[in-house]
């Protein structure tokens, strides 16, 4: 059994090691960095952040982000009217030691976050995703959350998903599934996106390439 805790002031040069130890092999148009100042923010002022430990060494973690009013809000880019915005938390970074990863723990993490959103009285939880980041991309779908848009963002394309918190995440079918179009193709995601389809399923290609991103009407999900 995977234990999640969460983590504190203490913790704060592990997660910012960790945190750059990923960035040091990871493509920069799929990941993006973060400052040492984010990370001390999302430890208590606006945010949590969730660990998993082997005693006292720090193996992967994952951001909350609970933006507070002024605070940059993700809600902007889905288009949200103010009044909403107090309702939205990020699914912010996340990061697994190079030899612990293949547990399913990005995954874990994830859930685990939007969980602890809704404990924290959030109803709308919104991330963004590089459509070639194919773990982070698989995880999030896996976890319930939905494409609905797709945005020049943080060097390069990126997913804008959400998920509705006072729903439970539903399972879909691939034989569901009117439209399949593969994540990297962005100008079929933009016209699939203008017609108003969201993305809520995916299905892998090979170990290497972007999966293909199954779609279905909104007024479907």
Known sequence: MTLIARLNETHLSAVIALHHDVLADADPTLVAGETDIFFKQHLSDCGQIFGILDQDTLLAYGVLGL???????????????????????????????????GQNWQYKLTCHRLNAARTAGREIALTTVAPGNVAS???????????????????????????DLGKNPMPHQTNEITQWCPATDFENCHRILKARYVGVTFRKATSQSAPDIGWLPLDCT
């Open 137 to 163: 991309l698989i995880n999030i779908l896996s976890a319930g959350m939905i494409i609905r848009g797709l945005k020049e963002k943080y060097g390069g394309h990126r997913f804008l998903m959400r998920a």
């Open 67 to 101: 933006p507070r009013p002024g605070d940059l809000n993700f809600g902007a880019d889905h288009g949200l009217p103010p009044d909403q915005l107090k309702s939205v938390a990020h699914i912010d970074g996340v990061a697994v030691r190079r030899d612990c990863r």
